[in-house]
């Protein structure tokens, strides 16, 4: 019987579920959208009873569209959005309160008493990460200290935290399996680093009881199986976790020091393999783990440019300038070049590596012969402009030449802006047949673990390329580039 692999993707707005077979063909792919919620400004919630219905009606879904027996499943992937924080009661896994959602930022106040406090250099060397509200350890504390109750339930030990990964676990065991991933957990402000383990100290200065935190298991294994869910038979093992950039490095077979690649989506998220040591990052990146496999333990860098995708949704939905996302690239290609015009799109601040909230967008180099075509090529160029000022970062923390680029999210099916980045990075493009690798990622960890695949390089050789973009421009063109988007950036 052919053995089949079910991966989760869990999103910020959706969940799709797809199911695949041993030779990484899609045979089903289902998504189901759920609600925002914006209690007030900043702060962004989901409710987790939503999140998991989505879950199983697109398991559901996705079964019945492939119209494969789900006992032939051999195993099944998860892949979350990170950083989002849920906190339920053992008992009867009810959540205490809402999930406090990556984007969410009610605890910056708490941050900057941190940092005022002379915390973040501490934080920073153990965990890779700065003192942001993005992060879980602040929004933990929060429900512990605003849901009534909930503190003394914690330190009882009658409460269980995790991101989203955890919960879906909880939830697909049946409440046996209280687990995360090193992947994860290296997200939250309360793992070390380098021993892969929940510290005290850290744990101490954010008020969160160690009672509260899953277990940190590996991003390939059998952390408990199937109970009580509909539309699966008991006993599929849950097999595969990694947070959603870290299963799209792995998804784009991205299994060697200095391989890197990038997901355009509302953002752009770069992230490069750094091999079995975290790297210090001296020019604005986060450190964070890649994955782990039995005791393999690969790390990353990771930069994050705010918008890119988003970029193209304003110019439809604020200026009108389009009235569709994928109108964008023919009506660029109309113009030559962007005709000296500029757009940073800096329009919720400045991430890696400039780490400037207050950042705000500029078009610049405006005159009368511009038209909407120059406004819509500068913007395409604008985010490959992003991308290669956290590149050059990244070349220099790691000492590692870039030799290509592997890219994935519903952008890089654009064509212009995939040559564009290539031209402005001089190294090589490389775009894959599935786009859709975080999924992917979650599924090879999950067939892995189950032995659907039996090494990482069998899982490698059925990754398929669908394009490779070589670079084409000069280097005076490319100069001219980069210093009128340094120039930009210094107006923002």
Known sequence: MSRHILAIDQGTTGTTVLVLDQTLSVLSRVNQEYPQIYPRPGWVEHNPEAIWSSVEATIAGAISKAGIDPGSIAGIGITNQRETTTVWRRSDSAPVHNSIVWQCRRTADFCTELKEQGLEPLFRERTGLVLDPYFSGTKVRWVLDNVDGARAAAEAGDLAFGTIDSFLVWRLSGGKAHVTDVSNASRTLLMDLRTLAWDEELCGHLGVPMTLLPQIRSCSEVYGRTRGVAGLPDGIPIAGMAGDQQAALFGQVCFRPGEAKCTFGTGAFLLMNTGDRPVPSKHGLLTTVAWQIGDEVDYALEGSAFIAGAAVQWLRDGLGIIQSAPEIEALAATVPDSGGVTFVPALTGLGAPHWNAGARGIISG???????????????????????????????????????LKVDGGAAANNLLMQFQADVLAVPIVRPQMLETTALGAGLLAGLATGVWSSKDEAASAW?????????????????????????????
């Open 366 to 404: 405006l005159d009368r012969g511009v038209t909407r075509a120059h406004i819509a090529r500068a913007t395409l160029e604008g985010i490959a402009l992003q991308n290669a000022d956290i590149l050059k970062a990244m070349q220099a923390d790691s000492g590692v030449t870039l030799t290509a």
């Open 464 to 492: 398929k390329v669908d394009r490779r973009f070589t670079p084409d421009m000069g280097d005076v063109e490319r100069t001219a580039h980069l210093q009128r988007w340094a120039s930009a950036i210094a107006r923002t």
